[in-house]
């Protein structure tokens, strides 16, 4: 019924490691019986594992417990002599090319089986053949998704469309809390966001003193939902399962209403939960980017035993000779010069490196006919070439949240002329295919779009939204307080100054305590406070990525009824 995807090409495809995550550790052996020939898994199919993480990811959710998570919920009533003894990677069929990414995958369909499907499936029969037939529906999808992702240009859309969309978003917030109107003719920042950025999902915008505009607007987003995961699902499933209405309604409500609608209609769309995460991603970024030692760290101690523990005497101090504090004011700054030189050095290493290896990997122009030619949708095209990835909108989302702009407008107009010479001067280094171009693609090749970031993140991202490995829908998960809240605006304020270097503090914030730098930090934050205004950025964020995936939804008058009429599925 689905066929597992071809190898992908080597920027999607995992880099081989010793063992695979999926398989346990204890000594297994293929089972004899008990598994069902359609969740078997070839031995000639084995998969390539990804490498570890970059940064071991610490919290409870470890790998042995994700494996015991997902056998309690697929295998409840495992036997030792059946599919107990089987690694899950044998009796699960693929998800992915990757171990790793299936593991965490597993790992929020399990959740969401255990607490939206065995809740009422268990108490009808204790039969598991309709949770395979799930898994197996997703799992042709999530295949067929991989499968799409090698037509995608993947730095097009993480470092030009995304960060067009969060420049959208600030800009809009920001002329909706600007506009000054006398008392009489003022209007709520909320109505003024939403004309500039309409979304038929969140209309009305719902009022609080209206509880009828709060009703048809939750509507509305309910029935956005369903299409969208309707429209998707007809393109994705086999004929066979998607004339099944009965599983595919189930598919349905479970993708929009248990996902999305926990998702982005739950913790991602609040203020804390996106300040928590930037700490965190501020976090993991200091880790790869400080040294392990500072100036201050290298230190030449020439005090003696006694200075050291203190048994010398106040007079033996007093009568020490001058030249010593010079002797360690020397050799100080001759290990922080020392230091500095070191870490010149890797730089310049680690830059003409990258250009030597940016040299010899194949022109961007090239890669972007290739994928153009395996795209999906096969439509007579002109010649296309990629934008220079100097003119993408992450550079200009960089100075627009650090308000370049407004703070330091000679800066800003430097590097604007400064870019504008590298992309249209005449050596074009930084034109398509130049040799900076080249240069930052294989950088984020090699350490942005690398497969190995998605297992971490998809662990934190479950973590989060499933705590205690069940679905947020007890009274208990209540959202934390006011003070909670402003703490973690305050802390992640202070991880992002703690992020500037020293030297660009004081021009960016001229004359400003620290004190008065972290309240302005937090003034800044307070963009992503709004719950209802980030669930249109989320949903935006959302539609982009289906639409570059799925570009049969892009075109018009193409919804759920057309898709499944044109592959013979009547509704």
Known sequence: MTQHPSRPPPYLQPRPKAAPTLSDTSGISKAKSGTPPYLSRPSSQSRQSSPAPLRAVTFDASTKATRALI???????????????????????PLTSSNEIDLQLYAIIAIVIKDTVHSWYGKITPDQSFVEEVIQIVA?????????????DLEGLVFDELPQLIDDHIRAFRTAHSLSSPARFCT??????????????LSPVPEPSQPSTVTEQSEHETQ???????????????????????????????????????AIGGKLCE?????????????MVKSRIEPKTTGEEIEVDTRSRLEKFGLLSERGEATRPPSAGYRSTLSSVFWRALQYVYLISIAIR????????????????QLASNMEASS??????????????MNYRFFSLASSILGLPL???????????????????????GATDGIIDQYIHHQLSTYALTPSLIPPLLSTLRTALFPNASLPLSPSSSPPSETEIQTTKRVCAQDILSLLPPFLLPTLFPDMSPEERIRDVEHELDIWGDAYLNKHFLYRIVEVVVVRILPEMGEEGEGPRELMEGRGVGV
Not at 191 to 199: G, I, Q
Request: charged content about 20%; aromatic content about 8%; some cysteine.
């Open 350 to 365: 680690f830059i003409v490196q990258g250009f030597i290896a940016a040299s010899a990997r194949p022109r961007r122009s």
């Open 224 to 262: 956005y939902r369903q299409l969208l995961v309707q429209s998707a699902l007809a393109i994705l499933l086999p004929t066979e399962d998607l004339d099944n209405a009965c599983l595919r309604t189930l598919v349905a409500d479970v993708i929009a209403e248990t996902i999305l609608g926990n």
């Open 271 to 283: 203020g804390y939960f996106i300040w928590g995460n930037i700490s965190k991603l501020i976090d």
């Open 376 to 389: 999906p949708i096969t439509k007579p095209v002109l010649s296309w070439s990629p934008p220079p990835l």
């Open 188 to 201: 709520d920042p909320r109505v003024v966001y939403h004309d500039l950025n309409p979304h038929p999902a």
């Open 407 to 429: 703070r330091v407008p000679w800066l800003y107009g430097s590097l604007s002329l400064l870019q504008s010479h590298l992309v249209n001067g005449p050596l074009s280094a």
């Open 71 to 93: 056998r309690r919920v697929f295998y409840p009533d495992t036997r030792a002599g059946s599919k107990d003894s089987c690694s899950l990677d044998e009796l699960l069929p």
């Open 140 to 152: 042709h999808c999530t295949r067929a998704i991989e499968g799409r992702l090698r037509s995608v």
